[in-house]
């Protein structure tokens, strides 16, 4: 056609291809710019370092922590239990009589009195053995006391100081006519549950042969 400028093909093509590269470079740098979309099923999941147990420290509610600190019964009961006192033994015994209680009908009734002379309690219950000798480390001469069974058993704690009593009823020898006269120096007392013994220096007259019973005794008592 007169007077028309006519354009290469191959310039058309080059610019069809610029604008549509610079197309595509636009939708490419919008997509960069907008927000990511999230996963599905996980937009509402709180972060887990918000979590309330992150929190709190592990130590101030943990079971083991807290049975740690706590002292075992059977401890606690074994610590506090106190130790039972033990026997009496003649070691920290005293002994003396009181023939305040009189007579009669040919007999002599005494209290035996033991006192705890130590320096812990200790525990007295039953009967002494009691007989006549003569001297502290005799035999005895005769029967021993027998014993009187009226006066109930008792358990006595004797703290260092305190005392128990039993009686004794001595019965005399010349009311016995196959009595075999000995003169004794005293009783020998034997507390009980005791092979050590006590002597209390007291003269009387024993019998030498056996089946004559001139002694008997209680039980103790507390003071």
Known sequence: MAGTKLVPM????????LVTTTAAAA???LAACGPSPSPSGTSSAPPTSSTPS????????????????TPSPSASATSAAPAAPALCKAASLSATTDATGGGAAGSIYEKLILTNSGT???????????????????????????????????????????????????????NYGDCTKVPAAGFRIYPPNDTASLFIPEPHDACSNAGIKLLTITAFQAV
Do not use: M
Request: aromatic share 4%; with cysteine.
């Open 120 to 174: 812990v309690p200790c525990i007295l219950e039953g009967f002494a053995g009691v007989s006549l000798t003569a001297d502290a480390n005799g035999e005895p001469i005769g029967e021993p006391a027998t014993r009187e069974t009226t006066t109930p058993v008792t358990k006595i704690e004797l703290v260092p100081g305190k005392s128990a009593w039993a009686e004794i009823r001595y019965t005399q020898a010349g």
């Open 54 to 69: 992150a929190s709190v420290p592990a130590t101030s509610s943990s079971p083991s922590a807290t049975a740690t600190t």
């Open 27 to 29: 939708l490419l740098l």
């Open 10 to 17: 191959w310039t058309q093509r080059i610019k069809t291809g």
